[in-house]
């Protein structure tokens, strides 16, 4: 997952209005959102190589979602896989506090990552490059490859869309938001960071959606919860030529 936004707590009818892309090499073999079998109450797209997750939810309300911490000097060889970091969390029984607690202590091993993981009555994230967690207040957020609601352009322009998307009085409109998931504006090249990588990748993964046939946007997720713990779960698959979007995939449950 390359980008997360949303608004925790925010509006008036939802608890969570979260919207994603999920960034990856196209050859990585990946099974699309559905409940697993091995883990029926866990609800997440599933990476088929290390079999962990970018991001999902539980029928009990328990929620995780991962983005990559783009540093070179984070990135580890033979580190266990981050995917794992989600799923350990879904299938597990411990609060968010102490989960994150407990990772403190392998989170070295790791190559560098954010975690956002918790349930609607406590979200926590964490950063094995910081090594604080910081517990999320009610507020319209964005998380790519760098610390948390740190500006990059791209989640400056996608807090900015999201909150356009956000009417406090009505039901918010799915495809508007799939919208703003798919745009492809480019910064300016002296507005993108330097985190370590050439100018051309800089510029490559500045959009909110990257287009590119051998990395780029895999898939695209919104992740709905109202106030009664209704819970609406989007994905849309993009192909491989990075133009046809596939058919948008939904799951829906109340929270137990």
């Not at 091995?38 to 991962?66: E, H, K, Q, S």
């Not at 039901?171 to 998931?181: A, G």
């Not at 500045?206 to 990395?215: L, Q, R, V």
Request: glycine fraction near 6%; charged fraction near 20%.
């Amino acid at each position: 997952m390359c980008l997360i936004l949303f608004s925790y707590k925010n509006h008036s009818q939802y608890d969570l209005i979260l919207a994603s892309n999920r960034d990856e090499f196209r050859d990585r073999a990946t099974a699309k959102l559905e409940f697993w079998e091995d883990y029926p109450d866990v609800l997440a797209g599933r990476d088929l190589i290390n079999g962990g997750t970018w991001m999902g939810i539980t029928r009990t309300g328990r929620f995780a979602a991962l983005t990559n911490f783009r540093s070179l000097p984070m990135i580890k060889q033979d580190s266990p896989s981050r995917g794992n970091l989600v799923k350990n969390f879904l299938v597990g029984h411990m609060s968010a506090s102490d989960y994150i607690h407990e990772l403190q202590t392998v989170a070295e091993s790791y190559s560098g990552f954010n975690l956002i993981a918790g349930t609607m009555n406590e979200l926590i994230y964490f950063s094995n490059c910081r090594k604080e967690e910081q517990t999320i207040s009610s507020g319209l957020f964005g998380l790519s490859n760098n610390f948390f609601d740190v500006p990059w352009p791209k989640v400056q322009r996608g807090k900015q869309m999201l909150s356009k998307c956000l009417d406090h009085d009505n039901e918010i409109d799915i495809k508007q938001i799939f919208t703003l998931l798919s745009d492809t504006f480019y910064p300016e090249i002296h507005q993108l960071p330097r985190t370590g990588i050439s100018m051309e990748w800089e510029q490559m993964l500045s959009p909110i959606f990257i287009d590119n046939p051998f990395y780029g946007t895999r898939s695209q997720s919104i992740l709905t919860i109202k106030q009664s713990g209704y819970v609406s779960f989007y994905e849309r698959t993009i192909h491989r030529d990075n133009i046809r979007k596939g058919a948008i995939r939904k799951r829906s449950f109340q929270i137990q």
